[in-house]
């Protein structure tokens, strides 16, 4: 097994930037270089991209513009050892009604080249599709053939999500029976030691970007209110960029604007917080940094029903309860069996698990 000493990943956007994927790409890229000796050099596809090499201390290029021939420029042409890419797709992340023409062009023509080139892909997402009034429905069809073109030309596959990895067989059409199922990890670091629910305060956390956090207190105030109430809570922190609206006080509980934070200041935040409340649909937690942020603190999550069934092995009352369930009485030492079970669930494909995996999808015989 030859195990590649240096890699090409391909991301939407690096810090300072607000992107989901592309701290997914750094966090993992980092955790690479520390266990596994391999070094990353990211392309970013976002011309627009705003920052520096030193920002997060890896080599780093950027698109001069979206197009197949800008992307070729910057992908590695070595014809003497074997070339990696690793590409963080995400159709929207690379083109503005996710159709990224250009750089499923660039990456066959790139890999048809030479026989010493592979690509690894991660498939944050699919393909998008939605009602007949909705732009996804009219984008669908291409979205599904760029993601089609993208599979057959992938060495490897791997996803975040089990329906997605199911997508992918159908779309490689025998090519990829094989397909790594891996739930996002935390993007605010994991704490080598937790502290019971017990021994830390009253507090609640709402933290996030600005949609899922505006989707709590305007969807789901009384779910919040009841928690709150149930467990005792005391404070009430929020995290994340500034919303448009005020934030009036939960059971007479005001709620502490922290703005945005660090991440070692949210992962301090959290390792001292009881709950950490979310409103994000339930089939879709495995994608969900925020959830994966609350697993890897031990704090208990709880959020709102969403109309799914339990899927990706997360089950309701088991690794998170529903604020809005009155069915489930909240207390401390029930809510510690569910914190524990959310955080033994995320253990097994934590930043360490994955870099490992990563490694070997990344290596070839």
Known sequence: MNYFKQITAVVPRLSPATDGVGDYGLNLARKMRQKTSVNTQFIIGDPDW????SIVNFTLQKVSNRSDNALLELLPKNQDSEQVVFLHYVGYGYARRGCPVWLVTALEKWRKAANNRRLVTMFHEVYAFGPIWNSQFWTSPLQRNLAARLVKLSD????????YADLIIKLGKGKHLDVPTLPVFSNVGEPESLKPLSARPRRLVIFGGSGPRSRVYQQSQIALARTCQELQIEEILDI???????????????????????????????????VGFFN??????TKSTIFAAYCAHGVLPVGTWYEAEDIDGLVAGTHYWLGDNHEQKMNLDDGQIVADNAYNWYEKHNLSAQAKIFTNCISFK
């Open 240 to 274: 994340g960029p500034g919303l448009k609206f005020d934030l009036p006080p939960v059971n007479h509980i005001p709620v502490t604007c922290l703005g945005i934070k660090s991440a070692s200041e949210i992962s301090e935040i959290l390792s001292n917080s009881l």
């Open 280 to 285: 994000y649909p339930l089939p879709f937690l």
């Open 156 to 163: 490897r596959c791997i996803t975040s999500k089990q329906e």
């Open 50 to 53: 705003i920052g520096d090499a």
